[in-house]
């Protein structure tokens, strides 16, 4: 007997510049909180594996570098996320 089972994942990303802990002072903070949300939520409900959305996770966060969405900090709260999404 052979059994594929695969799990469907969908979420909606609501989560706030300081939940992704980039620089608050930037006006632009928001929107690029709002850009790693869309992004994440794309590439999880596209049905893209963990390791994946994470390397297209960390392009997406060089691009707004200057929002320090590259720091360690919301490269963390990235891998959380995952953790959180993709658990067994």
């Given at each position: 007997?052979?059994?594929?089972?695969?799990?469907?994942?969908?979420?909606?990303?609501?989560?706030?510049?300081?939940?992704?802990?980039?620089?608050?002072?930037?006006?632009?903070?928001?929107?690029v909180a709002d850009a790693l949300n869309r992004n994440?939520?794309?590439?999880?409900?596209?049905?893209?594996?963990?390791?994946?959305?994470?390397?297209?996770?960390?392009?997406?966060?060089?691009?707004?570098?200057?929002?320090?969405?590259?720091?360690?900090?919301?490269?963390?709260?990235?891998?959380?996320?995952?953790?959180?999404?993709?658990?067994?």
């Open positions: 007997m052979s059994l594929h089972i695969k799990r469907i994942i969908h979420i909606d990303m609501t989560d706030t510049a300081d939940q992704w802990e980039l620089y608050t002072d930037h006006d632009f903070a928001e929107v994440l939520e794309t590439y999880v409900n596209q049905g893209m594996p963990k390791e994946r959305v994470r390397q297209m996770m960390h392009v997406i966060m060089n691009n707004y570098a200057d929002a320090g969405a590259s720091d360690t900090e919301p490269r963390y709260h990235l891998e959380f996320l995952l953790d959180q999404i993709f658990e067994n």
